[in-house]
């Protein structure tokens, strides 16, 4: 009796991983402070304004960090990439299971990047001070954001090779 059991939790535990775009610590793992770090792609966070967002990416040392900022939605697999051959693996997409990257922003609005390299302890990271926005209903006002990393293991997504590889994506919002 114990093994179906079994069997049934690991296929849902193996559905879970799939589904997620997740950041790996050393390669491609973007965080957003104050609370909002999420293993899944598009994580949706609300903020008060004014509120000075301290974006990081774990990466390995010396790698270019490009943030990325888009007033258009997050959207899971907008632009899904080949499987990068990154060490530690990075997990597979919700995707499909042909791919471990995935652009996750629409193309089109207003957006603007910023560019930094990680430090010798393999962090890059950037500052974004976002002001008093006005009287806003709850969680109103939103911006997505996701980092790429240039790194030698990346080979890009469909239409744009590599070598970079992509974090998780986190839609922003603001009231």
Not at 65 to 83: D, K, L, N, Q
Not at 94 to 106: H, L, P, R
Not at 145 to 156: S, V
Not at 158 to 174: D, E, R
């Amino acid at each position: 009796m114990k093994l179906p059991r079994i069997a049934l939790t690991s296929f849902f535990t193996a559905a879970l991983a799939v589904a997620q775009t997740t950041g790996v610590n050393g390669i491609n793992n973007y965080t957003i402070a104050p609370g909002c770090s999420g293993a899944m792609s598009c994580t949706s966070c609300c903020f008060v304004t004014p509120v000075p967002l301290v974006c990081n990416v774990s990466t390995a040392p010396g790698n270019a960090v490009i943030f990325y900022y888009s007033f258009c939605p997050c959207s899971t697999c907008f632009i899904p990439g080949p499987t990068n051959l990154c060490v530690p693996g990075i997990p597979s997409t919700a995707c499909g299971s042909t791919t471990n990257q995935a652009f996750e922003i629409v193309l089109g609005c207003v957006s603007s990047t910023v560019f930094t390299i990680a430090n010798s302890a393999g962090i890059a990271t950037f500052t974004l001070n976002v002001p008093f926005l006005g009287p806003a209903p709850p969680c109103s006002i939103n911006l997505s954001t996701q980092a790429i990393i240039i790194d030698p293991c990346g080979m890009g997504v469909s239409g744009t090779p590599g070598p970079f590889v992509l974090s998780q994506a986190y839609s922003l919002n603001f009231s």
